[in-house]
Structure formats: C-alpha cells, structure tokens
C-alpha cells in the first residue's frame, strides 16, 4: 500500500526555522530517489530536494544553503530541515519518490501547509 503522510508545517515569521518529516511506506522508500517538492498558490508544483538511498543531495537553486534534506532509512522517513525561510517559501510542501519524469507520478499525499509571514 502506497502511503506518503506529510507532518511539521505551520506558520512562522521570515528568518525562522521548520523541521518537516515524511512517512513513506516501505515499498517507496526502500528502492527510491526520495524527494521533497512544493506548490504555491497559483503555481506549479515544484522540485525543492532530493536525496539518495546512499545520503546524496540536490537542491533547487532557491532553497541551496537554507534547506538539509535528509533520511532516516530505518523508520522509513525524509526530513527537511527549513532555515532562513522567507515569504516565498510559503507553499504546500510535499515528499514522493524522485524520478527524472516526477510529474508523472499518481499518487501524492495530502502534504504539509508552510507559511512564511510576519
């Protein structure tokens, strides 16, 4: 069974920090590329960063020096650690697997609402 459960998003003043977590279930998460994406109001969603089974990362230009993604591979979980956020970060936020054609993917969880104002 496919499961994506989102957690840790709220509202906090520009310069502040959020630690967001990603349940995935095994199946995802085990043989995966895992990654963390975005949808602000009236836009797209959007890759923020991903990281290998190994530990390997890549971020979105936007979010380089700010943002650590990172994984638990023994509970089955994805961090994102937000530092320095700023008002255009405001998004929903949302974990998945990473493929080269991620916007194909079916099935998303219900993601985690972030807002970034003072």
């Known amino acids: 069974q496919v499961q994506l459960v989102e957690s840790g998003g709220g509202l906090v003043q520009p310069g502040g920090s959020l630690r967001l977590s990603c349940a995935a279930s095994g199946i995802i998460f085990r043989i995966n590329v895992m990654g963390w994406y975005r949808q602000a109001p009236g836009k797209q969603r959007e890759l923020v960063a991903t990281?290998?089974?190994?530990?390997?990362?890549d971020y979105a230009d936007s979010v380089k020096g700010r943002f650590t993604i990172s994984r638990d591979n023994a509970k089955n979980t994805v961090y994102l650690q937000m530092n320095s956020l700023k008002p255009e970060d405001t998004a929903v936020y949302y974990c998945n697997r990473f493929l080269a054609n991620w916007g194909t993917l079916s099935y998303w969880g219900q993601g985690t609402q972030v807002t970034v104002s003072s």
């Open positions: 990281i290998s089974r190994g530990g390997s990362t």
